[in-house]
């Protein structure tokens, strides 16, 4: 099973100054990792997949960067409406599909 | 618009089982695959399995292997995943999501609290 391994664990951030979060595979997943936002009490949003491509209706300040083993969700300037859990999620060996531990986005 | 509605909380004793529905519409039930997801309070997200809404072929997660099944009723546009034997670390919200092997749609979730 391929480990996902997420850091910061929480990232507090500014409004308006970028947050650089991370994702770690256990073993290289070429380019099939996916990036997620979830509020409190909602479903995850898929925001990245591909490693790098935005998915429909996706703010251009979210971009995802990375291949193999090492990824980055990279926010330009965060808004309000940004702050939450990020998770990661690979693709490329499964079962059994994983996810990471999460990067909780808070306000500074 | 694609949606997937969920059923509703459970609450559940241990040893018992539930059965989570997933209804999707706004697009060909049959296209896409569906997958299984759960979240237990403060814990990352965590992959059940995946059922080819076509053909009802079915993957589980090694960990829910034997305690767990997903069917499909392509007539009504439904999937079902059905949990048995439970215990409290089941406790979790479960979640139906499609359409590829990363997630575009979700449904709202269904709590399904196991308790004594």
């Known amino acids: 099973e391929i480990v996902m391994t997420q850091s910061p664990a929480t990232l507090s951030v500014s409004p308006g100054e970028r947050a650089t979060l991370s994702c770690r595979a256990s073993?290289?997943?070429?380019?099939?990792l996916a990036w997620y936002q979830q509020k409190p009490g909602q479903a995850p949003r898929l925001l990245i997949y591909?490693?790098?491509s935005r998915a429909t209706g996706v703010p251009a300040r979210f971009s995802g960067s990375g291949s193999g083993t090492e990824f980055t969700l990279t926010i330009s300037s965060l808004q309000s409406e940004d702050f939450a859990v990020y998770y990661c999620?690979?693709?490329?060996?499964?079962?059994?599909?994983?996810f990471g531990g999460g990067t909780k986005v808070e306000i500074k | 618009q694609v949606q997937l509605v969920q059923s509703g909380a459970e609450v559940k004793k241990p040893g018992a089982s539930v059965k989570v529905s997933c209804k999707a519409s706004?697009?060909?039930?049959?296209?896409?695959?569906l997958h299984w997801v759960r979240q237990a309070p403060g814990q990352r997200l965590e992959w059940m399995g995946w059922?080819?809404?076509?053909?009802?072929?079915?993957k589980y997660s090694q960990k829910f292997q034997g305690r767990v099944a997903f069917t499909r009723d392509t007539s009504a546009s439904t999937a079902y995943m059905e949990l048995s034997s439970l215990r409290s670390e089941d406790t979790a919200v479960y979640y139906c999501?499609?359409?590829?092997?990363?997630?575009?749609?979700w449904g709202q979730g269904t709590l399904v609290t196991v308790s004594s």
């Open positions: 073993q290289s997943v070429g380019s099939d």
């Open positions: 059922i080819n809404s076509a053909d009802g072929n079915t």
């Open positions: 999620q690979q693709y490329n060996n499964w079962p059994p599909l994983t």
């Open positions: 706004g697009y060909t039930f049959t296209s896409y695959t």
């Open positions: 999501a499609s359409r590829a092997f990363y997630f575009d749609y």
């Open positions: 591909s490693a790098s």
